[in-house]
């Protein structure tokens, strides 16, 4: 059986974390696409976000949880790395990202 989504083909499916791996061929050229279920961790930050708003920002204030493979792809974990907080925090503070907020207010 062949699963398809338009002109991709499942190619990998990981029935644990749910991430899939998909190909296209154009010709010439192999493309691959990997997916990664996020819905559930985007909901938890809203919710928590939610239940946070009005609190004080403190220590070891947890202000957001980022999908693995997007803090890799993003040079967060490098940046984290290297100390580059400036980095981090201008990321996180980009309303782009604000799925992936814990806590509201500026870093």
């Known amino acids: 059986m062949i699963v398809r989504d338009g002109d991709w083909k ?13 190909v296209m061929e154009d010709g010439n050229r192999t493309h691959w696409r990997t997916d990664y279920p996020v819905e559930n961790l985007v909901r938890q930050n809203e919710f928590t976000r939610h239940a946070t708003a009005g609190n004080a ?5 947890k202000v957001a949880s980022i999908p693995l493979h997007l803090a890799h792809s993003e040079n967060l974990v490098r940046a984290h790395s290297e100390g580059d907080d400036r980095y981090v925090k201008r990321w996180l503070n980009d309303g ?12």
Do not use: I, K, P, Q
């Not at 782009?96 to 870093?107: I, Q």
């Open 10 to 22: 499942l190619f990998d499916y990981d029935f644990h974390t749910g991430r899939s791996v998909w």
């Open 57 to 61: 920002f403190g220590e070891w204030t």
């Open 96 to 107: 782009d990202n604000r799925a992936w907020r814990s806590f509201e207010g500026h870093l």
